[in-house]
């Protein structure tokens, strides 16, 4: 069941970068890691590695205080690659 709504942003960001909807769901209710914005409260990073696509790193920003929970954007970290 889908909780959350995507921005505009992350609609396109989403569909151009291969990311399934699944996926962000899984990383936004089982985090392996959250991280705190470094300008916006509102908003958190929700971390989860992807194992269906080659263990990388998805990183989901998104708004917390809204609901339905609000995407900001979505991608593959690779800094995280290793660190998780």
């Known amino acids: 069941m ?4 995507l921005s505009i942003h992350a609609q396109k960001v989403i ?3 291969k ?12 985090p392996d890691r959250i ?3 470094a300008e916006f409260v509102e908003l ?14 998805l990183r989901v920003i998104c708004k917390m205080t809204v609901k339905p929970i609000l995407i900001v954007t ?3 970290d690779r800094r995280m690659k290793g660190v998780l």
Do not use: M, P, S
């Open 2 to 5: 889908k909780n959350f709504t």
């Open 19 to 30: 990311i399934k909807l699944k996926w962000i769901e899984n990383t936004i209710k089982n």
């Open 44 to 57: 958190e990073h929700k971390l989860k590695i992807v194992k269906e696509n080659g263990n990388k790193v």
């Open 15 to 17: 569909f151009e970068r």
């Open 35 to 37: 991280e705190a914005d």
């Open 74 to 76: 979505a991608f593959f």
